[in-house]
């Protein structure tokens, strides 16, 4: 069975940091190109950050230099560093795993930024 489970959701002041994990069971983790998406109250669901199979980084231009993703294939997880957090970073953010025609996705984490 597959599971994608996200965690380090939290509430955080504008200029705060944040780190979010996924965990992952049941994939071959290392084969997988991994994003992060969230989706705000009322909009749509937006790619934020994705790692390739062999590491290569991708970041949605709102969030470079601020956020950075990383995995690690051994405990097959994924990460997402999130500093100087700004209001408008609050969604829910959601854990996904892509190989060929295969996707899964994880239930998502609160994020909030709120003074």
């Known amino acids: 069975q597959v599971q994608l489970v996200e965690s380090g959701g939290g509430s955080v002041q504008p200029g705060g940091a944040l780190r979010l994990a996924c965990a992952t069971s049941g994939i071959t983790f290392r084969f997988y190109k991994m994003n992060w998406f969230r989706q705000a109250p009322g909009k749509q669901r937006e790619l934020v950050a994705t790692?390739?199979?062999?590491?290569?980084?991708h970041y949605l231009d709102d969030v470079r230099g601020r956020f950075t993703i990383s995995r690690d294939n051994n405990e097959k997880t994924m990460s997402l560093q999130m500093n100087a957090l700004r209001p408008s970073d609050t969604a829910i953010y959601y854990c996904?795993?892509?190989?060929?025609?295969?996707?899964?996705w994880g239930q998502g984490t609160q994020v909030t930024v709120s003074s």
């Open positions: 790692i390739t199979a062999d590491g290569k980084t």
């Open positions: 996904n795993a892509v190989l060929e025609d295969r996707q899964h």
